[in-house]
């Protein structure tokens, strides 16, 4: 959490007030978040009297691009935010990078548990990088049925273990991988090579339904409020959750119990009376 509704429900809601805009201060108050930056000082180098380009997604990360072909990476990590407010509004706390744009607007992440991180990336850093490595974009790229069934063939894995690997696909976590299992009626345990390909043709349904119906309310904010839109609304899906957090509840489908099951170290909601 943040997952990618909500990454590409930031992403929507700052591309507007960024492209086009010239980046001019650049303040990091917490080194961590540039831990994943090879030099710390480039950070802030590469992104002053730079013009924004494109404001991208690739998963949960926020890649944007300047005009020098630097890309700009946020990561939201557990707990991050973007706030996009007035230059001269208040600092809340745990702002840890704050961004100034020359229209007067601050791009600001804030992230109390400072699991996210930023970094400015040449091509060839960001080319070198993990982020390099993910898989299809689960959104815009997602594989056709019987890709995605070759890519679970011949695992052992549980099926909401290979939702949750990056590599395989990018950007599921743990609540939209809850609701795509529940939405195409499959149990969470299931090794991946025991998915037949017409579960993998409701599995990628599942997936492009639920990632479309999350966007559409501007994804999930859980009660700890970690996350929210950049203009400080909340997410409303939390509301329309199918099975994630609802554990003892009746299932929105066939009115059996919603459990609660610890697999590979995650927390999963299923019904184990409409999931196989």
């Not at 020098?68 to 557990?78: A, R």
């Not at 850093?125 to 997602?142: H, K, P, W």
Request: proline residues 5%; contains cysteine.
């Amino acid at each position: 959490m943040p997952e990618l509704p909500e990454v590409e429900t930031t992403r929507r809601s700052v591309a507007a007030s960024l492209e086009g805009t010239t980046i001019s201060q650049v303040v990091v108050e917490r080194g961590r978040m540039l831990r994943r930056q090879p030099n710390p000082a480039d950070f802030a180098r590469r992104l002053v009297r730079r013009k924004v380009h494109q404001v991208g997604r690739h998963g949960k990360f926020l890649l944007v691009t300047l005009d020098t072909d630097i890309i700009w990476v946020t990561h939201l990590g557990m707990s991050g935010r973007v706030s996009l407010v007035a230059s001269d509004a208040p600092l809340a706390a745990h702002s840890n990078v704050v961004v100034t744009l020359d229209s007067g607007i601050d791009f600001r992440l804030v992230d109390p548990r400072t699991f996210g991180f930023v970094a400015a990336y040449t091509p060839e850093e960001f080319s070198e990088s993990s982020i390099s490595q993910l898989g299809r974009d689960a959104l815009t790229d997602l594989p056709r049925s019987r890709r995605l069934h070759d890519l679970f063939a011949g695992r052992s894995a549980p099926i909401k273990a290979l939702l949750l690997d990056q590599r395989i696909i990018a950007g599921l976590g743990n609540i939209y991988a809850d609701e795509t299992l529940h939405r195409a009626r499959i149990g969470p345990h299931r090794p991946g090579g025991a998915i037949t390909l017409d579960e993998a043709v409701a599995l990628r349904r599942g997936i492009k339904e639920t990632l479309n119906h999350a966007l559409r309310y501007g994804g999930t904010s859980l009660d700890d409020l970690a996350y929210l839109l950049p203009d400080g609304r909340t997410g409303e899906y939390v509301n329309r959750l199918r099975a994630y957090g609802r554990e003892g509840e009746r299932c929105r489908r066939c009115g059996g119990t919603i459990v609660r099951e610890v697999i590979r170290q995650r927390s999963s909601f299923w019904c184990p009376q409409c999931q196989e």
